[in-house]
């Protein structure tokens, strides 16, 4: 009898322990929350003063995933990869990631920021659900001054990137597969 006693008290104060534990926790992931909205605010300031006439995405595009830094790098095999927000008529939703793999010519590494406009409600619903990734066909825009004049939606998005650093051989988006958490799912 004292056993299980003991070995009751011993789960009770587990328990104790992890719930004070996860406490600061919860507190931890607002705040990584905030900064990471922060970050991609700073990276979209960075794009609309790079090119101005991103400006036509901004207003008509039903939502934009920015992310602030993507690390990519290769020797023949590569990969990239990224955190970012999702916005949805400007306001922030969720998080979000991006992943890449690519296999071929490619040499060296690079990192960049990228923002993908959605043009219509099934471009962004997809995103969402996870059920997106960008075709080979879909290409970025860099970002340049009067870069985005020109540009037009592929398959419902538009996609835009602006080099922070590092030289790479190889610069296509198609093959990024994307994941996306909302906000409010974590407060469920």
Do not use: C
Request: overall charge positive; aromatic content about 10%.
């Amino acid at each position: 009898m004292r056993s299980i006693q003991r070995l009751l008290r011993h789960a009770l104060l587990v328990g104790i322990a992890l719930a004070v534990a996860g406490v600061p926790a919860l507190s931890t992931a607002s705040d990584d929350d905030s900064a990471a909205i922060k970050k991609a605010e700073a990276a979209v300031d960075m794009f609309k003063k790079t090119d101005p006439s991103l400006e036509k995405f901004f207003k008509n595009a039903k939502g934009w995933a920015v992310f602030p830094s993507v690390a990519k790098g290769a020797i023949g095999i590569g990969g990239a990869g990224g955190k970012g927000v999702l916005f949805e008529k400007g306001k922030a939703v969720g998080k979000t990631s991006l992943t890449q793999v690519t296999v071929g010519l490619a040499l060296g590494g690079q990192s960049f920021s990228e923002i993908i406009f959605f043009e219509n409600d099934l471009a962004l619903t997809k995103f969402k659900g996870g059920d997106f990734s960008l075709a080979a066909q879909v290409s970025a825009v860099a970002a340049a001054s009067g870069a985005a004049a020109a540009a037009k939606y592929t398959q419902g998005v538009a996609v835009f990137t602006a080099g922070e650093s590092g030289l790479m051989f190889e610069a296509s988006v198609g093959g990024q597969g994307f994941g996306f958490t909302p906000f409010d799912a974590k407060k469920k």
